[in-house]
């Protein structure tokens, strides 16, 4: 049976950090951050927000960094903009969250693009990822029949984003650029909110032989709680846990971590999955995308943890560790 309060205990002593969260995408609209409020107060130390996805335009991208940069910087009283690890350091000492940015996808880099990785990874962006279901001019998407592999024009922004320190990410983009990123990657290489395949199938999720390949770069997979990509019916921390099952199976806890994906604004969500069918093919059929497991249930995925039997050490690699280290081999 999971012990709640032992879970409790956990976290508190716990680095617990959530890789991925979807924050409205509307620059200078930040009523929503009240809500960090609230995933502070539930144990997380560390938070990523995405500043947009896919075919999000490059003026919205740019617009959100500053929006974010600057409102953060005016709610120092409970929370920090992360840059790097020591900021991390920094804010937990201060009992501050720690939030950093991340980008879904290179669709906005199509032209030109290498000039916005500095700037980008400067204002506090620590990772990105490839290509947002459908194919960009840097590789293709899981949702492609034909999957082209990742591009020179690829390869060139993740080379840049190697000198600079922004670590790259695979979760939405297709099997065989995803294969082609970690193939000629010297840094880890993580999926930050993709769950396996073997324990659902659905196109958003990845192959053993993905979460392998991560592993040997010394990457983490991330597992997300959108009920979608959980299985069948409502999403429960159970069924997630049976994902990091999964995973900590097959390469070990090392590799296995949270990027839980939580929605803050439900609303839009259901206003892009109607709004946009080229990049969400299935959204009809999504009755569990607004089904999910949230930053305040890490207490409850810790206990079930416990209850399942991992030991203390591995649910504190689960709950943040692991992306620390990761942060610390690639971020400068």
């Known amino acids: 049976m999971p012990d709640f309060a032992e879970a409790e205990e956990l976290v508190r002593d716990a680095l617990v950090w959530d890789n991925h969260a979807c924050l409205p995408l509307r620059p200078g609209d930040h009523d929503f951050f009240a809500r960090l409020r609230d995933v502070a107060a539930a144990g997380v130390d560390v938070i990523s927000v995405n500043v947009g996805f896919g075919p999000v335009p490059l003026e919205q991208h740019e617009a959100m960094i500053a929006g974010l940069t600057g409102w953060i910087g005016s709610a120092g009283d409970f929370c920090r903009l992360v840059r790097a690890v020591a900021d991390i350091e920094a804010a937990r000492a201060e009992g501050k969250l720690a939030v950093f940015f991340d980008v879904e996808g290179m669709a906005p880099l199509d032209e030109g693009g290498e000039a916005l990785i500095e700037p980008w990874r400067k204002a506090g962006v620590g990772w990105m990822l490839v290509a947002y ?31 600079v320190g922004m670590i790259a990410c695979c979760s939405h983009t297709g099997h065989r650029t995803a294969m082609e990123v970690m193939e000629q990657a010297d840094a880890p290489v993580i999926f930050s909110h993709s769950n396996p395949a073997a324990v659902f199938a659905h196109y958003r999720n990845i192959a053993d032989d993905l979460v392998r390949a991560c592993a040997e770069t010394g990457g983490v997979v991330g597992i997300n709680g959108i009920g979608s990509f959980l299985g069948d019916g409502p999403a429960s921390v159970a069924r997630l846990v049976d994902h990091i099952e999964h995973v900590a199976s097959l390469v070990g806890t090392d590799h296995v971590g949270l990027g839980l994906d939580y929605v803050f ?5 259901v206003d892009y999955l109607a709004a946009m069918p080229k990049i969400f093919p299935d959204a009809a059929s999504l009755e569990n995308a607004t089904s999910m497991i949230g930053p305040q249930q890490i207490g409850a995925i810790a206990a079930e943890l416990l209850g399942r039997g991992a030991d203390r050490g591995a649910v504190h690699k689960i709950l943040g560790e692991n992306w620390l280290r990761v942060a610390r081999a690639v971020w400068r």
């Open 265 to 269: 604004d439900k609303q839009e969500l």
């Open 133 to 163: 279901n459908a194919a960009n001019r840097a590789g293709s998407g899981c949702i492609e029949e034909t999957d082209g592999g990742l591009t020179d024009h690829g390869k060139r922004i993740l080379a840049e984003m190697r000198r």
